[in-house]
């Protein structure tokens, strides 16, 4: 009986041709059986960018399998893959892969699904070793220029995005700049009960003061009905009437 091309064997005629080449494809063999790290496309994530606990990944394997004929057999589909997050008890930098991220996968040596299941301490969940289902995303390795992120070169640390950049604090928030510090913006607003400046803030201060004293000591009222406008005030303004929200540190 003849046999078919798709029971054709890897091994080649220098395989067998003596003990040692026969051991030899023996060990490779078995060590074929044995996974380490491959390059995989990330198919699905539970997660999307959101303050959650670390989620999973469906991912596929990009390197293929060879068969005797040197036809390439797909991997399928590794569901329910844990992922890598830069994070330290409750700190974390949240970054989630996301669908069509091309990244590193290792795989572990032994069944971790029941560490998966209750992220304790636990038995193998079977007796597989080396085996793809028990895949960890590491991180991604390959991709376009990205649009948002946070850059550390020579010159410092620029954070860049095309949306909205929000920055809340529990307690206190301070920025300090030894250099000058620029903000620009169409608009601004800023809310607090008072704000305090440090050389500017005198000038600020008098001038807003000086000013609003100026126009009610010299302001008058006109006579609708043709006659003399009122005189100045002859009177002080209170000095409740000065700003006291802006100050000189």
């Not at 560490?115 to 991604?140: C, E, I, N």
Request: charged fraction near 10%; include cysteine; proline fraction near 4%.
């Amino acid at each position: 009986m003849s046999l078919g091309t798709d029971l054709l064997s890897t091994q080649s005629a220098s395989d067998w041709s003596t003990n040692r080449s026969e051991l030899a494809f023996l060990i490779k063999s078995m060590l074929s059986e044995v996974r380490t790290c491959l390059p995989v496309e990330v198919v699905a994530v539970t997660n999307s960018g959101t303050d959650a606990a670390i989620g999973y990944v469906d991912i596929r394997p990009l390197v293929g399998q060879l068969d005797g004929s040197g036809n390439v057999i797909d991997h399928g589909v590794i569901h329910n893959a844990p992922y890598s997050r830069l994070q330290g008890g409750s700190n974390a930098i949240i970054l989630d892969p996301q669908v069509g991220d091309i990244g590193l996968a290792a795989f572990c040596d032994r069944d971790i699904g029941v560490v998966k299941a209750t992220q304790k301490t636990g038995a193998p969940g079977s007796k597989r070793r080396h085996d793809m289902s028990d895949a960890v995303y590491l991180m991604t390795i390959m991709g376009g220029i990205p649009s948002q992120y946070i850059q550390f070169n020579s010159g410092g640390i620029s954070i860049v995005t095309p949306g909205n950049v929000l920055v809340t604090a529990g307690g206190n928030a301070s920025v300090t700049a030894i250099g000058s510090a620029t903000i620009t913006a169409a608009s601004a607003i800023i809310k607090a009960g008072s704000i305090v400046l440090k050389n500017a803030g005198t000038a600020l201060y008098s001038l807003l003061n000086a000013t609003l004293l100026t126009w009610l000591n010299s302001h008058v009222h006109s006579n609708g009905n043709g006659g003399a406008n009122t005189g100045a005030p002859t009177t002080t303004p209170a000095s409740s009437v000065q700003t006291s929200v802006v100050q000189a540190e």
